[in-house]
């Protein structure tokens, strides 16, 4: 089990701010809880609460949110988690994905839309700063400039003390970092999704945007906890069940590279989800990763991430996986 100072002492700075973060930082997207159009299922709130502040406890300095989790419940749970604590860890949470009476989603960057959500989450998170406000899709793409000048703005106002932006692409960041410079991108990384590696993360490094990547475990895919029956058990606003990487014939594919995960880790007694997050902090543009738990048993199960690093060799092992088990329809490479 990891200490406190162990973590305290592998931190990082995001990007320009003057944040050093835990090379993992709590990811409360599946606390957000069930009956919405991205829930992972039911969720028990006091789990929620006990997983957050054994985070704390075990050294992780910040938390990761958005509005639209739960449509507003994540952000509550992570404030009800916080009341009476002594460690104050970093809030980082989302805006732009709003929604109606009827539970329905879209998407604004429009300004009014965007100062009405950073209203909202400083109630509901019962601050009066955040520590990261961003943009949490560049959609409507044709208003990111509205979106991004609005956050200045709340800059500005001291209603967040840096912003950032998630899911952009390399265009979309230059285009915003004319108006005012990006502390950080939250995008997609792990082993099974490595779109980011050949032009974003230089382009983060390059221009020091710090990169805090989310689904480093593939939304529990890479856990080691996952099993075909267990996908398949999956209840009916799980939005996993129409995720392709759980469906066949990649699912199997996927599980067997599990049980690579679990070969390496297991000398180093780290689960496979551990070795999963271990894998993304290899890249040197990657300031920490974004990890979900849901009780305290998960937190304790990937909190060794933190610190644990991979060796050529087992890197190597890992390439050779995908070499010679490419996504089924995929041709080998030679």
Known sequence: MQTTLELSKQTRQLGNSDMYLTAIGFGAWAIGGGDWEYAWGAQDDSDSVAAIQRALDLGINWIDTAAVYGLGHSEEVVARALVGSSRKPFIFTKCSMVWDENHQIHRSLKRDSIRKEMEASLRR???????????????PEMDIEEGWETLVKLQEEGKTRYIGVSNFSVAQMERVAKIAPITSLQPPYSMLNRSVEREILPYCEQHNVGVINYSPMVSGLLTGAMTAERVAAFPKDDWRRNNVRFKEPQLSRNLKLVELLREIGRPHGRSPGEVAIAWTLHKTAVTAAIVGARNPKQVEGIVGAATFRLQPDEMARIEDFFNTNPVPGEVKKT
């Open 125 to 139: 998170l019962r601050v009066d700063c955040v520590d990261l406000y961003q943009i949490h899709w560049p959609d």
